[in-house]
Nanobody, 119 residues
Framework: QVQLVESGGGLVQAGASLRLSCVAS????????MGWYRQAPGAERDLVAA???????WYADSAKGRFTISKDNSKSALYLEMISLKPEDTAVYYC?????????????WGQGTQVTVSS
């Protein structure tokens, strides 16, 4: 199993920047990829950005050019740098990973961190 703990959310004004962090513990050697999802009130949880063990990245259209996903394997940490934040970025942001390298098809989630962008 993998445990994830996010941090770095907050209340900011439009145009500001934030850096989210996620630290993984447990069976981190089983993770094949990590990602950031977000969920706004009344909406589905959507993938924002992801990064594989080969450092291949993927971004949602809404994140391209403004968000950067990165990881530090030595710290089992995942980051999301967000610039030029917009009110529509307001959501709870969740860190996600899997255990597929060990045959574990489970999805693991952090507790979420709230990002609120005021206009």
């Amino acid at each position: 199993q993998v445990q994830l703990v996010e941090s770095g959310g907050g209340l900011v004004q439009a145009g500001a920047s934030l850096r989210l962090s996620c630290v993984a513990s447990g069976d981190t050697n089983c993770m094949s990829a990590m990602g950031w999802y977000r969920q706004a009130p009344g909406a589905e949880r959507d993938l924002v950005a992801a990064i594989t063990n080969f450092d291949t990245t993927w971004y949602a259209d809404s994140a391209k050019g403004r968000f950067t996903i990165s990881k530090d394997n030595s710290k089992s940490a995942l980051y999301l740098e967000m610039i030029s934040l917009k009110p529509e970025d307001t959501a709870v942001y969740y860190c996600n990973t899997d255990g597929r390298l060990c045959g574990d098809e489970s999805d693991y989630w952090g507790q979420g961190t709230q990002v609120t962008v005021s206009s």
